[in-house]
């Protein structure tokens, strides 16, 4: 009985283990697509992005988090694969896209792509994710509760 009981046990915990592993993953969610993305959430994460990849996996992306809402301007230094940059404000609604943003390999002399609007998330997916989801401004990002996003400053420009 006791060995059963050992058994039940580590049944339990395996599946309690697999549950929580599960609810770690990150993702976002965009028109009903859902993406696993990576995180980054400070400066350095931010500005290393994801310069000197040759590939994105499809289904996957970056999401960035400022800490607070201002107008961005991203750029393509040392990145090798094409993007769709997607600027959302503080209420995770989209407010400017810049689709099918080539690589560049010019250093310091690549142009920025700016948001259009003040944003606090910008989402990198691989370029024609957003005309293949039909995106379109106004759409609402959802950050899956695994990834954390600090609260922002009340004076926040918007």
């Not at 969610?29 to 696993?36: D, I, V």
């Not at 959430?41 to 310069?51: E, I």
């Not at 080539?102 to 606090?120: K, T």
Request: aromatic content about 6%; some cysteine.
């Amino acid at each position: 009985m006791a060995h059963a009981g050992r058994i039940a046990l580590a049944v339990l915990v395996g599946w309690l283990l697999s549950g929580c592993a599960s609810g770690m993953e990150r993702w976002v969610e965009l028109e009903g697509q859902r993406y696993r993305v990576e995180v980054a959430a400070d400066a350095a994460s931010r500005a290393q992005g994801l310069m000197y990849r040759d590939s994105l996996a499809d289904g996957h992306g970056m999401l960035f988090i400022h800490d607070e809402q201002a107008p961005q301007a991203y750029w393509m230094k040392n990145t090798r694969i094409p993007l769709d940059i997607l600027y959302f404000d503080n209420e995770r609604r989209l407010v400017s896209q810049q689709r099918d943003v080539p690589p560049c390999s010019a250093g310091d002399r690549c142009p920025p792509y700016p948001s259009e609007a003040p944003a606090r998330f910008v989402l990198e997916l691989n370029a024609g994710q957003a005309a293949k989801i039909g995106l379109r401004n106004g759409a609402v990002l959802v950050i899956s509760p695994s990834i954390a996003v600090p609260e922002t400053n009340a004076h926040t420009e918007r």
